[in-house]
């Protein structure tokens, strides 16, 4: 009981970092609201980037998030533990409506359920 709370605590925490990273370089890259100033042509966009603090956070969130996800392998068979990775594309959807502020059509909200719906079916013990 324990190991498989484990294993799923690890799946979601893997999956909310990179929610959190996604979430953290479309800020990092500019966000419509953002108003930030970005500097023009190919050099300029790299400068920008290296020099992103939500660019720098997104980055090591994702290093968390590589270290959680072998932990979660030693636990997780790699048939649960990929497909569970699915609702990361849910996050995104959730975080893209309320955090960034953008629409989401009917036919999005859609799919991110059937995604779940998916997940649910494949991962449910």
């Given at each position: ?54 660019v ?14 072998f ?44 995604v ?10």
């Amino acid at each position: 009981m324990f190991q498989s709370g484990m294993m799923f605590a690890l799946l979601l925490a893997t999956v909310l970092c990179d929610v959190c990273g996604q979430v953290c370089f479309k800020l990092g890259v500019g966000h419509d609201d953002s108003g930030v100033k970005r500097r023009a042509g190919a050099v300029g966009f790299v400068l920008d980037l290296v020099g992103s603090p939500w660019v720098v956070a997104g980055l090591l969130i994702y290093v968390v998030e590589f270290v959680v996800w072998f932990a979660a392998l030693t636990l997780a068979p790699l048939s649960v533990a990929f497909p569970f990775m699915a609702l990361s594309y849910c996050g995104v959807v959730l975080a893209s409506r309320w955090v960034l502020k953008e629409h989401v059509s009917l036919r999005r909200w859609l799919g991110t359920i059937a995604v779940a719906g998916g997940v649910a079916l494949v991962c449910w013990p």
